[in-house]
């Protein structure tokens, strides 16, 4: 079973090591390794932040994957999305994400993607996102 739960203190260490894996940092738009430290810091920050949530994708309650929204403005949130690499193309992306827009589709989401991670755009475009220029994706909340 999948599910999409919101985080804690106790993920700490599960975010860090999927946030340093390779092609992780390759798909982010800072692709710097993290320190721990640094990390920690972000992680407390993450959790305290009212504009940000953080959640762990659990496959049989094992961590496969984190999403990240941000509220960017009224009614608009940043979402991105990363899984562990035994866990990709098998459809568990698709279904953790559909499931946090549809529990909030009144609103819109943007991602930003880069231009090389086609796997991540045909993600996107599948889920309604459009592309509307340089790395920004956009899927619309029913309402507007
Ligand atoms: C991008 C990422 C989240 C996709 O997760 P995933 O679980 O593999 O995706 P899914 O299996 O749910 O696939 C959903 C769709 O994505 C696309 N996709 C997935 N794997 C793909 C592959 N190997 N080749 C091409 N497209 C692929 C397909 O459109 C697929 O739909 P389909 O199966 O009907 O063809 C995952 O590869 C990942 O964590 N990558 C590293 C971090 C990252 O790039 N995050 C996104 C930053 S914007």
Redesign the pocket.
């Known amino acids: 079973m999948l599910s999409v739960v919101e985080a804690n203190l106790d993920d700490l260490e599960l975010f860090f090591n999927l946030a340093n894996d390779k ?2 940092r390759e ?1 982010s738009f800072n692709s710097e390794k993290i320190s721990f430290d640094e990390h920690i810091l972000w992680f407390k920050n993450s959790l305290n932040n009212k504009h940000r949530i953080l959640y762990k994708i659990l496959k049989d309650k094992k961590f496969i ?1 984190q999403i990240r929204l941000d509220i960017l403005e009224k009614d608009t949130y940043l979402i ?4 562990h690499k035994e ?8 279904l953790a994400l559909e499931q946090i827009i549809k529990e909030r589709n009144f609103y819109n989401f943007k ?1 930003q ?1 880069k231009k090389e ?4 755009i ?2 996107f475009k ?1 889920l309604g996102f459009e592309y509307v220029g340089d790395v920004d994706y956009i899927k619309k909340g029913e309402d507007g």
């Open positions: 092609s992780v798909n994957g991105s999305i990363s899984l866990f990709r193309s098998k459809g568990y992306a698709f991602a993607i991670n086609v796997k991540s045909a993600l599948k």
